[in-house]
């Protein structure tokens, strides 16, 4: 496999972000489709592995400023696993004296003592994956944690001296109600956290529950309900000192309502930053390249072992894709889309090239043009996926 284009991260002016994946859980959630496995007997082979694809890297004096180890549930491993994670990155990696260091644990795999372990081994920000405050919602999402188990992971991740603490919940859940979601925005705010992501629940294809749907064994919460919750939800996290920084992603709001601790990890997969994957399934981006890893860890580990480069297969985008990704992750922002950069990267003028679809969607309150900017409104958030579509139709690279 031609790696040469890696080359390239060593003259990035731009520091690249970093993420590991830590393809184990205990028990698949059934809504999930990120890769992960349940045997956890691979762990070793898994972190051997690891290591050795990172050493790859070693010779190419790549500057990082960020590290998210995420998955699957990295806190699966103990804290001497992931301090040996994060000592062998030091090692490989130029990680830079600022670097955020991000792990996301799950409530149901923590205790103070573990939180604490990590704190020291570098670790700065934390994710819990609390979904929900309510046992019901955390029974019907198969979660392995309780309520009580979530609110004492916030408490302990504290106690260990996280300052950067983040909070995944879900909504859009069968069965909750407005008033159900308000009590867990305002359970989850009652904390602080630095950083809230709040996830509409899809039904990805492939999944049990997107299975389970198909075969009508449960009712969805109708649409246009989860659509008055993420309306209900931006306004108010707004009203309670959030700023919404992308479609999912709120920050505390400093003066002025700027975002304070937004994840610098994950603005660099919306703003075309070049970002390293390590792990099973991991993706990686150095553009105009894309490459990724087997989506299986004996297949990783196999190559590994074999003394090959873990990355599985790679695609370099074309113009028109490039242009595509621009739209599509400039629309997923509160920023939105800078149209003067966008003319001078691709060297056309985004308001004639999007012009009849953006005058449109205009007329329709679902985008705004302000200071050079095209950004979704409230209502255009929810049609993402189609106005990006719209406006995809329109490229046209002959005129
Ligand atoms: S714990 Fe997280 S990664 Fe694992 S199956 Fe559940 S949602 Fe997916």
């Avoid at 390239?8 to 028990?27: D, M, N």
């Avoid at 992603?249 to 400093?254: D, K, L, P, V, Y």
Wanted: net charge negative; with cysteine; proline share 4%.
């Amino acid at each position: 496999m031609e790696v040469d284009f890696i080359d390239k991260l060593t003259l990035s002016a731009e520091p690249a972000g970093l993420y590991i994946h830590i393809p184990f859980c205990i028990r698949k959630c059934p809504y999930c489709d990120f890769y992960s496995i349940t045997d956890l007997s691979l762990k070793d082979s898994f972190t051997k592995a690891l290591a050795q694809e990172m050493r790859f890297y070693a010779g190419y004096a790549v500057n990082v400023d960020t590290l998210y180890i995420g998955g699957g549930t990295p806190s699966v491993l103990n804290p001497g696993e992931i301090e040996s994670i994060v000592s062998e990155a030091r090692r490989c990696f130029n990680v830079l004296p600022d670097a955020e260091l991000t792990l996301e644990v799950n409530p149901g795999t923590v205790t103070a003592r573990s939180l604490r372990d990590y704190r020291r081994c570098g670790v700065n920000r934390i994710n819990i994956g609390v979904q929900s405050f309510q046992n019901r919602v955390l029974g019907s999402l198969q979660r392995i944690h309780t309520a009580e188990d979530a609110a004492n992971s916030i408490r302990w991740a504290r106690r260990a001296g996280f300052s950067n603490i983040g909070l995944d919940l879900i909504y859009g859940v069968s069965g909750q109600t407005e008033a159900s979601w308000l009590a867990d925005l305002e359970q989850a705010v009652s904390f602080r956290p630095e950083h809230l992501s709040c996830y509409m629940l899809t039904y990805e294809k492939g999944t049990p529950l997107e299975l389970s749907l198909r075969q009508v064994s449960f009712k969805p919460l109708p649409e246009e309900r989860v659509a008055e919750l993420f309306i209900e939800t931006v306004k108010w996290l707004a009203e309670n000192g959030y700023v919404q920084y992308e479609i999912s992603n709120f920050t505390q709001a400093g003066p002025g309502g700027t975002g304070l601790y937004p994840s610098r990890h994950n603005q660099k997969y919306w703003s075309f930053a070049p970002y390293l994957g390590l792990g099973p399934s991991a993706h990686s981006f150095l553009e105009p390249v894309r490459f990724w890893n087997p989506r299986s860890v004996n297949r990783y580990v196999g190559r590994l072992n074999a003394g090959k480069f873990a990355m599985e297969d790679k695609e370099t985008l074309t113009i028109e894709q490039q242009i595509m990704e621009t739209v599509f992750l400039g629309l997923r922002t509160v920023e939105g889309i800078r149209m003067d950069r966008f003319n001078e990267k691709f060297k056309l003028n985004f308001l004639e090239t999007f012009g009849a679809a953006v005058s449109k969607f205009k007329k329709m309150g679902l985008v705004e043009i302000s200071e050079n900017r095209l950004f979704l409104s409230h209502q255009g958030m929810l049609l993402l996926d189609s106005i990006a579509a719209k406006m995809i139709e329109a490229v046209s690279l002959d005129d």
